[in-house]
């Protein structure tokens, strides 16, 4: 019954039905637009139709201005008033969840929710029934996908799809994705085409306001995609919580909901994050397990012919198309599938060697380029500072040393001393990638992590995958189907008033 009416709520219509003794009308009729929300102090939810969302009062509030002690009426059974029915008889209470696909209102361990998420855009269909002129648009994006945001690069390319089709089957994954590439590469044109025409702006926010992971963010309620551009910070505290925010929303199992001098709402955390930024965006260090760095190609930059054909594309049609062939790719993903096995990238590799933590970055400059081993006491490394530059203590050493396989060892003099070879050292950093092209150190150029890797469109039929490649695939496609075309074949707002 609830969410139900298609007209917003009349007070005249309300009034009528008490004043004509009509007490089932009314009840039925308050029911449909007000509920009681778990919690306290009590809430009560309004539904509003036009917008398909609800806004929330205090008990107060529709004391007032809806359910006012002059809705009343003497009967021949007694004083009727819809106030004291509702406040004091009426003893269901919800909560609001965020089920993808899942009913407006629905039951979970014995608890009713109201449901946040508003929808998708487009309705399953088999993509098969889809026309070629449709199909090749799609296919016109996929080859975007793995020649543009993938630098041709296989198992990245079906990495990229396997993500964006758990999104589009209602799995939030736990990592995010990273596009980071000069301005006019072709970042923006996929993500605008994924609002727009695949997901909708109900369900798909872009923004360049980072605030939706810190403080006031009502307008997360019910997106399963956030995409976050050119994010900024003021200052490098500012900056550390926004990392940390977005460690939370990748990962945690709820997200709280604010609105300034509102009641917090928690709910279910269905939301993946797109990351996209012309410059560095996000500091990447050798433990990070949750951003995929894409290898973004710059070669399309003022490639104004490839761009317009891309966009002749960008409609509606197109996009339920996209849509019908991820979800098909998303019913054919092993359930096992595991977003944390990420293929490894240049870009992440880069980023990781600019962020090397200070003690690496020492053991890299003095030793391993000098082509010396390290014998020395531990005491001796007292003064090293994090890149935000606090002091290293000693137990964050002894942990990071144990990182690389080295271990402190105690000697005759009492001090405790680390030691290992130049070979094992130059070894344990080359299997790492912390090895730049840039390096004065001397290894073999299979090693080394370049800058610019990007390779022609001929990569995008390439089939000459490394071992690591394969077997990368192998783990990523267990029972991969080839879904390839062929040519034969309203924001949920959450207001508090």
Not at 61 to 70: A, F, G, H, N, Q
Not at 257 to 262: A, G, Q, R
Not at 461 to 486: G, Y
Request: proline content about 2%; some cysteine; aromatic content about 12%.
């Amino acid at each position: 019954m609830l969410g139900t009416r298609t007209e917003p709520f009349k007070l005249s219509k309300l009034k009528e039905f008490i004043q004509n003794e009509n007490v089932d009308e009314a009840k039925n009729y308050v029911l449909s637009y007000f509920a009681k929300i778990h919690g306290s102090p009590l809430c009560i939810a309004m539904y509003l139709p036009d917008r398909r969302s609800f806004t929330l009062f205090t008990e107060s509030d529709i004391k007032k201005r809806y359910l006012t002690k002059k809705m009343s009426k003497k009967m021949s059974t007694g004083l009727f008033s819809i106030q004291e029915w509702f406040f004091d008889e009426v003893d269901d209470e919800y909560m609001f969840g965020n089920r993808v696909n899942g009913d407006f209102i629905y039951e979970e361990r014995g608890r009713a929710y109201i449901n946040l998420f508003k929808g998708f855009k487009h309705k399953k269909k088999p993509y098969n029934e889809y026309p070629d002129e449709i199909k090749e648009g799609v296919e016109c994006f996929l080859n975007h996908i793995k020649e543009v945001l993938c630098s041709g690069n296989n198992v990245l390319y079906h990495y990229t799809l396997k993500w964006l089709s758990c999104v589009i089957g209602g799995r939030k994954m736990r990592t995010f994705l990273y596009f980071n590439a000069l301005e006019g590469a072709g970042k923006s044109i996929f993500t605008e085409f994924i609002q727009d025409n695949v997901l909708g702006i109900d369900i798909c926010h872009i923004t360049k306001d980072a605030s939706v992971l810190l403080d006031f963010n009502a307008e997360m309620i019910g997106i399963i995609l956030l995409v976050l551009e050119e994010v900024k910070a003021d200052s490098k505290r500012e900056w550390m919580n926004i990392q940390d925010s977005l460690k939370h929303w990748s990962t945690g199992t709820t997200i709280t909901i604010k609105e300034k001098y509102k009641t917090p709402v928690e709910v279910k955390n269905i939301t993946s994050i797109i990351l996209t930024s012309n410059n560095k965006a996000i500091k990447v260090s050798e433990t990070s397990r949750r951003d995929v760095c894409l290898d973004v190609s710059e070669d399309r930059i003022e490639d104004w012919d490839y761009f317009n054909n891309l966009r002749k594309y960008n409609n509606d049609n197109v996009g339920e198309a996209f849509y019908n062939y991820l979800l098909e790719y998303f019913e054919n993903i092993d359930k096992e599938y595991n977003e944390f096995i990420i293929p490894k990238t240049n870009k992440k590799k880069e980023l990781v060697i600019e962020n090397l933590n200070p003690l690496y970055q020492f053991i890299k400059d003095e030793f391993i380029s000098e082509k010396k081993g390290i014998d020395m006491r531990f005491c001796d490394l007292i003064g090293l500072k994090h890149n935000n530059g606090c002091m290293l203590t000693r137990p964050e050493m002894s942990k990071l040393l144990q990182r690389i396989g080295l271990k402190l060892k105690q000697r005759g003099d009492g001090k405790r001393y680390i030691v290992a070879s130049y070979e094992y050292l130059l070894e344990t950093f080359k299997e790492k990638g912390w090895i730049h092209e840039t390096d004065d150190i001397d290894v073999g150029v299979e090693h080394v992590t370049k800058i610019n890797v990007v390779e022609k469109k001929s990569r995008l039929d390439r089939n000459d995958f490394n071992d690591e490649e394969n077997n990368i695939m192998e783990m990523l496609n267990k029972t991969r189907i080839d879904l390839s075309p062929k040519k034969d074949d309203g924001l949920l707002s959450l207001s508090f008033n």
